[in-house]
């Protein structure tokens, strides 16, 4: 044969081999979408390499380098496995991210006590998240708001942990009907951002149970959310990303987790610790350190089993599968990072949320709403005008919308107010409040005065005090406002005795000029929409239904965390600050009530422009699986307009069962129209009357007397009942909860 016809043929047989896998598409019999997402998740890892199965666990790319994403885990193609990209969205899809929604802060959600409306924004908080090239949103924030100076006390849902958890559970639900991962944070007892990397939060066991991971439970349990993110902080000494108590003991065991953990950025300080403890990914700002090669050679050395990098890699991909990554790939790039997702119906929900969520707390002389024609409206402040709304429409941070680039947007509170006030005929004026002179010349001659104010509270950073003086902060630190705002809104409300304030705040604020005003509104951080929301519910086009997810203390020396053992945190012998929670199970209202303090505003509040009435308790038993027992009462809207009522239920446990004095236990949002009533039917189960027992290492119900408590706040529960548990003699009792009931019930709790 001659040389030349040799190299032909090998030439020829090179491209065959060459070319075979281009032209012919993977075998992966696991892509099958009719085999179970567990079983499709064993098969594939069973045919990876120990290299493939470590190239899943951690960042591949700094931060942002990927389409503006803020983490990234590629592919791998041959074996059919889809990149994971990873973004940050509690207030829309966020990081460097553009063209997408700004919505109001997870803390204005909350304030809606509407699930149902919480879920219509995560579905499209991950419609626009997969049509941007995203498959993973790192939301909801769902930790207790435990400090209100926490500088991210706006990314989250409330102070109370059954309020919180079913929020989560709703947005998480929505998340997931796309093909997108929601991951709940931060896990677990990350209540500050001071000394956010290093501090250790010092927390018994019932508290932990009761308080902090109960929002977690609910969003693994009811939400079936794919993903938790571990926090930066310590947890009893013990890094919470390689913390083995809260994350294979409580959250895998007990909470039946089969998602995967992934680490804050940066909150991974260990290969062998974390891997053991629970960790399942490792994200940073730059590319994985600790479970890339690192991770490799434990492994192969012993010091972690393979049947744990197994079980690591089984978890991710096991969640692709069943929220559908695998099957319905995010939108190609770099298309995706360029495409406008922005529906009218987003924008419009975002406006539906922050006239849902602007809690109503004052309306002295019914003020508002701004009725008839001809008004002159004076509109002041620092958040009013377009500049102020674009400081106060979300808080900073990761979660802001985008963190960098353009600003979406913005309605700026006088832009609505403008544009509303034409269709009455009404005449707006303008001052910024930076002359306080003007502002009140401008108040002065008006018939009312609008004055916006604000605080910019971070990620990064707690506020310094909770006056409108701080909060104007950046990752690194809080600066004074520029404008004196308390000093102005005492200013205008002594021009013009018909003031009104709104307030765009990460939480509460104090307010020493609160009884010169006559109206008074929690707007939060908005979103986009924030002018026309604002505007809607001034002139009455929307009737305010808001209650508080968080007490409003009359006075910064009034909250639980008094002590600097507590909040801050002093350090120990070894330089490591320490954050004990010694206030133990009393957070938010919970301690106000049991130490009979007043509140300025109590949790669950807000006033509407119509009136309610709450009538007829009853109480009848159920079996035990789930319910215990079942409230019924009636609502009715005994005022002249449309509006809604949160109706909530709290129980009052028995002395015996050292609790705090009383605990939201359900709740439900009720639209009315004038005149009408309906009848709210709430379960009551093992959960609702049930503590966590140390000595037993689970859930416990006393015998005793449960009184049942229904109202419309945590400090006006007019209706009561009770409820006999154990063979608990009780004055005035219909209903009585045996021991049997008790054990079914358990059972159905333990399932």
Same mark, same amino acid.
């Given at each position: ?17 060459? =070319? =075979? ?12 979408? /009719?085999l ?6 064993? !098969?594939?890892?069973?045919a ?16 942002? +380098? ?30 460097a ?55 991210? @006390?706006? !990314? ?8 919180a958890?079913?929020? +989560? ?8 009907s ?9 896990y677990? $007892? ?13 927390v ?5 149970? !009761?308080? *902090?991971? $109960?929002? *977690? ?8 959310? &794919? ?15 390689? @913390? ?25 300080h ?11 990914? !490792? ?19 012993g010091?972690? #089993? ?20 695998? %099957?319905?790939?995010? $939108? ?42 001809? /008004?002159?409206?004076?509109?002041? &402040? ?14 900073? &941070? ?8 353009? /600003? #979406? ?13 034409? $269709? ?15 502002? =009140? ?21 707690d ?28 200013q205008?409300?002594? =021009? ?29 951080y ?14 009455? %086009? ?6 508080l ?14 002590m600097?053992?507590? *909040? ?23 301690? *106000? ?26 109480l ?64 009551? %189960?093992?959960r ?27 400090r ?10 154990? &063979? ?18 358990a ?5």
């Open positions: 044969m001659r040389h030349g016809t040799l190299a032909l043929l090998v030439g020829l047989l090179l491209a065959v081999v060459v =070319a =075979a896998p281009a032209s012919a598409a993977p075998s992966c019999p696991w892509m099958n979408p /009719k179970s997402a567990n079983r499709r998740a064993h !098969e594939l890892v069973a990876m390499t120990i290299d493939e199965k470590i190239a899943m666990l951690s960042q591949a790319q700094p931060v942002d +380098a990927h389409y503006g994403a803020a983490g990234f885990v590629p592919g791998q193609a041959s074996l059919c496995i889809p990149d994971l990209v990873l973004n940050d969205a509690g207030q829309g899809v966020g990081d991210q553009t063209n997408t929604t700004a919505f109001p802060a997870s803390i204005a959600q909350s304030s809606s006590w509407d699930p149902s409306l919480q879920w219509r924004f995560g579905a499209a908080l991950g419609w626009q998240a997969w049509h941007k090239g995203i498959n993973v949103q790192l939301a909801p924030g769902i930790e207790i708001d435990r400090v209100p100076l926490n500088g991210r @006390n706006f !990314e989250y849902l409330s102070e109370d942990p059954y309020l958890g079913r929020g +989560a559970v709703a947005e998480v639900r929505g998340i997931q796309n093909p997108v991962i929601a991951t709940v944070k931060h677990v $007892a990350n209540s500050q951002e001071t000394n956010r990397m290093t501090v250790s939060s010092d018994d066991q019932r508290t932990l149970e !009761e308080i *902090y991971t $109960a929002p *977690y439970e609910a969003a693994v349990r009811q939400g079936h959310a &794919g993903s938790v993110m571990c926090s930066y902080n310590r947890i009893n000494g013990t890094y919470a990303c390689e @913390n083995r108590d809260t994350l294979t003991k409580i959250l895998k065991r007990q909470f039946g987790f089969t998602g995967f953990v992934m680490s804050d950025w940066g909150a991974t260990s290969t062998v610790a974390s891997a053991n403890a629970g960790l399942d990914m !490792e994200m940073d700002l730059r590319p994985g350190q600790y479970f890339t090669a690192p991770l490799k050679t434990a492994v192969q050395d010091q972690v #089993p393979m049947s744990r990098l197994d079980d690591m890699v089984t978890r991710i991909v096991r969640t692709m599968f069943s929220v559908g990554i695998f %099957d319905h790939p995010a $939108a190609a790039e770099p298309a995706a990072a360029a495409a406008d997702v922005q529906r009218p119906q987003d924008t419009s929900l975002a406006q539906a949320i922050s006239e849902a969520g602007t809690v109503l707390l004052k309306n002295q002389a019914d003020t508002l709403p701004l009725t008839g024609s001809g /008004k002159r409206i004076a509109v002041i &402040g620092p958040g009013a005008g377009p500049a102020g709304a674009e400081q106060f429409y979300n808080g900073a &941070g990761s979660g802001h919308i985008p963190e960098f680039g353009d /600003k #979406p947007d913005i309605v700026s509170p006088l832009q609505g107010i403008t544009q509303r006030a034409l $269709a009455d005929g009404d005449v707006v004026t303008y001052a910024d409040g930076t002359v306080p002179a003007a502002a =009140a010349l401008a108040a002065k001659t008006a018939d009312v005065a609008v004055v916006f104010v604000g605080s910019q509270d971070s990620e990064g950073v506020r310094s005090t909770l006056d409108l003086s701080s909060g104007n902060c950046s990752f690194v630190a809080c600066s004074p406002q520029p404008v004196d705002q308390d000093g102005l809104i005492s205008v409300a002594a =021009a013009n005795p018909h003031t009104i304030v709104v307030l765009n705040t990460g939480g509460p604020v104090l307010m020493p000029w609160r009884h010169q005003v006559q109206g008074l509104l929690e707007a939060w908005p979103g986009q929409q924030d002018g026309d929301a604002i505007a809607a519910l001034l002139f009455g %086009d929307v009737d305010p239904s808001a209650k997810p968080e007490t409003f203390p009359a006075s910064q020396s009034d909250l639980p965390t008094r600097p053992q507590q *909040y801050p945190g002093v350090n120990d012998a070894a330089g490591v600050p320490h954050a004990s929670y010694s206030e133990g199970m009393l957070v938010g209202y919970r301690w *106000y009530d049991a130490k009979h303090i007043a509140p300025l505003f109590p949790f669950g509040f807000g006033l509407s422009y119509t009136t309610f009435a709450l009538r007829n308790l009853q009848v038993a159920g079996r035990g699986r789930p319910a215990l027992a079942r409230a019924t009462f009636a609502v009715a809207n005994t005022g002249p307009r449309l509006g809604a009522e949160v109706a909530q239920l709290y129980v009052a446990d028995p002395r015996s069962a050292r609790e705090p004095p009383k605990q939201l236990k359900g709740f439900q949002k009720v639209p009315l129209r004038p005149g009408a009533r309906t009848t709210v039917k709430l379960s009551l %189960d093992f609702s009357l049930a503590h966590w027992s140390d000595a037993a290492h689970r859930w416990k119900v006393s015998s005793g007397c449960y009184r049942v408590l229904v109202g419309d706040s945590s006006h529960l007019p209706l009561s009942a009770t409820i006999a548990v154990g &063979g608990a003699r009780c004055k005035g009792a219909k209903v009585r909860v045996t021991k049997a009931m008790l054990r079914r019930a059972r159905g709790e333990s399932t």
